[in-house]
């Protein structure tokens, strides 16, 4: 049975770094993916890894800012944010991709099929 648990969310002040872990099971062979979700904003992609974890992609709102990495061995993948500004407050989710493609040197997950719960990061001073 296909199951996330989030975990690492807090209080964090401006510029400061949190690691949020996504512990999975039954989804060794599926790309995973971060996602968050404001109050009053669309659910926004994150970043996503590949299962090998060779792969990987980042919004342009986090990049050189979040670094997504996977244990498989730990079944685990990891959100590293560092740089937090206020506007990463948002609860975030992991997600299984039915789906990826590494084309022309570009990675994209799509189709994510497995929900976790979220984890609330509250950004503020």
């Known amino acids: 049975q296909a199951q996330f648990v989030e975990s690492g969310g807090g209080l964090v002040q401006p510029g400061g770094s949190l690691r949020l872990s996504c512990a999975f099971s039954g989804l060794d062979y599926y790309a995973i993916g971060w996602f968050r979700e404001a109050p009053g904003k669309e659910r926004e992609g994150v970043s996503c890894i590949s299962s090998s974890a060779e792969h990987t992609n980042y919004a342009d709102s986090v990049k050189g800012r979040f670094t997504i990495s996977r244990d498989n061995a730990k079944k685990t993948v990891y959100l590293q944010m560092n740089s937090l500004i206020p506007e990463d407050t948002a609860v975030y989710y992991c997600?299984?991709?039915?789906?990826?493609?590494?084309?022309?040197?570009?990675?994209?997950?799509?189709?994510?099929?497995?929900w976790g719960q979220g984890t609330q990061v509250t950004v503020s001073s």
């Open positions: 997600a299984a991709a039915g789906g990826d493609s590494y084309l022309g040197g570009s990675y994209s997950c799509r189709e994510y099929i497995y």
